[in-house]
Structures are given as C-alpha cells and as structure tokens.
C-alpha cells in the first residue's frame, strides 16, 4: 500500500486535519465511487466506506459532497465524516438536472484535455474544456490523440494553439506511442492528472500506455471508425513512476457550474480594455476593439460567437443557482425554527 504522501498528502493537508479536532479520525483519499459506496485509499490499506447523513444534509444548501480525489476525514471502521478543503476542483452542472453541480475530480493538479484528431475534432468544445480546467484551478495540458490518423498534425497543433491561450498541446498516438514521453513530466511522484473528454477519445487507452498495463478496460472501434464508451466510473490510478490518474466516463454533455472566462479568452479580455466603454458587450456599441479586431480578421467570429455563448450560459446558471441556494437557506431555517419552538413548550 502506497504512503499517503504518496498519494499526494502534504504540510498543508495535515495541518487542515489537524484542525479538525478529532483523535478518533484517519485521513484516506477517495479513490472511486460506486453509487452510495467509496473506495478510499489510506495507511491502512484499502476499504469501503459510506458518507454520514450530515454531509448530504449540508449539501441541500451548498455543502460539500465527496468526491474522487478528495481528501477526507474517516471514523472507524469506515465512515466519512468531513471533506478537507480541495485545492482544485473540477464542477460541472449536473447532466439533466438543473442548477446541481458535480464535481468530476478535485485536488487535482493538471488536466489532460483530451481531443481526437478523427472526424469528432472540434474546437469550440475545447473552449470548453479549457474555460473550466482553468477555473478548476488546475493547469489544463491539450493532449491531441490519434495524430496517427491526422493528415497534418502540425496544422491541427497550430488551431488548437490559436484558441488554447498559454495552454501546452501535446499531439499523442496511443497505437505508435508517439508523444507519450511529453507527458511525463506532469506524471511526477505524488502529483495527480485527470483524463477529461469525449466518449471513444482514448483516455481509458492512454492511462493504460502510461500504466504500461491495462489497468482499464477498452474497446474496440465502432465500424465508423469513432471510439466506444468503456468507463462507467471515475477512478483513481497509481502508476509505476509515482504519479496519480483519475480516470473519467466520457462527456456527453459539459455545461458550466460557475467561473469566468477570462483565462481562456485571454485574447478576448485584452482586446476588450481598448474598448469605449467598460461595459462593452461587443455586439453594436461604437469604438469596439473586439468588432474591430473580428473585421480586419485578427479574431475570428466563430472564436467571438463561441464567447458569448458561453457567457450567456455563465449568467444564467449563476442566476439559478443563487435562487436554488436562496430557497434552500429559507427551508432549512424554517426547520431549526421549529424545532426550536417544539423545545420550547412546556
């Protein structure tokens, strides 16, 4: 069994264990999770465990609910009674519900974003990606898969470049192992990288290159030639060097849950301080360094397009959320009233 400093624990980690006061804890880090149940990994070796009734209740008005890759305080024999705070965290709105979030992996300290260079190439869903690896507060790498079956790779390197701003590409062949070796220096002993992106991209393939066994189950290619959906879980790998894996399910669906979009659009937010006026929505207003940046084709528009898109969707899940969070607070408040006035009587 691996140390805990192994597993990423450090000085910060233990002193906010420390904090928490209880002789009767053990810190274990979430390795997966199968619907109500954890694997967690600690000096112990490896257990199941299950979440105390209270985390779920604080979660109804904004509290935490673990997450693979999170840090956690356990009471034996194994029962998770506090979450310690992530230094990063990857949240997304949850698929088919509104205004819940997800948190896809968190104390994570790089992404690999991972994009196929076969028919399902986009860069808009990049943005994407990057917009929130960014917000995560982890540092997002491009990894370009299948650049086996890319006329030009070199090319494809230059697009994402053009919208992934200050981000490292790394174009990769799971089939030759080309580019595989870029990668290892983001996979140091103790440091943890999350496999992000579509199904069929070839994450599950890629963790087991770098595995140098299968550790995840793949498939086949479809007839058209895409990849297939293997992983139903998100999982947390140790390789042989050292450094910690989560593997992701792919996204069907990858909607916002808060944030910004200043580091990903970094062009954008630099053109946008030479605007007239602050509050620049660049769509009409006159003296707009952005519209004027897009006609004389230093911006493209679909780049433009794609960021008020997903500005609008930043707004409108903020504006959910506050309302959720609101009602919430109001309906917990009115249960410790009664309580209360139930005590009260005679």
Not at 94 to 112: I, K, M, P, R, Y
Not at 207 to 234: F, P, S, W
Not at 276 to 287: G, L, Q, S
């Amino acid at each position: 069994m691996a140390a805990l400093d192994e597993l990423g624990w450090n000085a910060e980690l233990a002193s906010a264990f420390e904090q928490l006061q209880d002789d009767n804890l053990f810190p274990a880090r979430i390795a997966a999770q199968h619907r109500g149940e954890f694997v967690l990994l600690a000096e112990e070796g490896e257990l199941r465990a299950r979440a105390a009734g209270r985390l779920f209740y604080d979660h109804e008005v904004g509290g935490q609910l673990p997450a693979v890759g999170d840090w956690v305080g356990v009471t034996p024999p194994a029962t998770i009674v506090s979450i310690l705070p992530r230094r990063s965290a990857f949240i997304r709105k949850h698929a088919g519900q509104d205004s819940t979030e997800q948190v896809l992996a968190a104390n994570v300290d790089a992404a690999f974003l991972l994009a196929g260079l076969d028919d399902d190439f986009s860069l808009r869903r990049l943005e994407r990606y990057i917009t929130i690896a960014w917000e995560s507060g982890a540092l997002p790498i491009v990894v370009l898969t299948k650049a086996d079956l890319s006329a030009d790779v070199g090319e494809a390197v230059l697009a994402v470049e053009s919208v992934a701003i200050g981000v490292p590409v790394h174009p990769v062949s799971n089939v030759t192992g080309d580019g595989l070796e870029a990668l290892d220096l983001y996979l140091q002993p103790g440091c943890t990288v999350v496999l992000l992106g579509s199904s069929g991209v070839g994450k599950s393939t890629l963790l087991n290159r770098l595995a140098g066994q299968e550790v995840m189950l793949t498939r086949a290619l479809a007839a058209d030639g895409t990849g297939r959906h293997t992983t139903t879980h998100r999982e947390l790998v140790q390789l042989p060097g050292g450094g910690l894996v989560i593997d992701t399910p792919g996204l069907r669906e990858l909607q916002f849950w808060e944030g910004d979009l200043s580091a990903a659009f970094e062009d954008i937010e630099l053109l946008a301080l030479e605007c007239k006026f602050r509050n620049c929505a660049h769509m009409r207003e006159p003296d707009c360094a952005v519209l004027a940046a897009v006609d004389n084709g230093a911006l493209e528009l679909d780049r433009l397009r794609s960021w008020r898109k997903l500005q609008r969707e930043l707004e409108a899940i903020a504006a959910r959320t506050d309302r959720r969070l609101s009602i919430a607070r109001k309906k917990r408040w009115k249960q410790i009233a009664s309580v209360a006035r139930q005590k009260s009587r005679p």
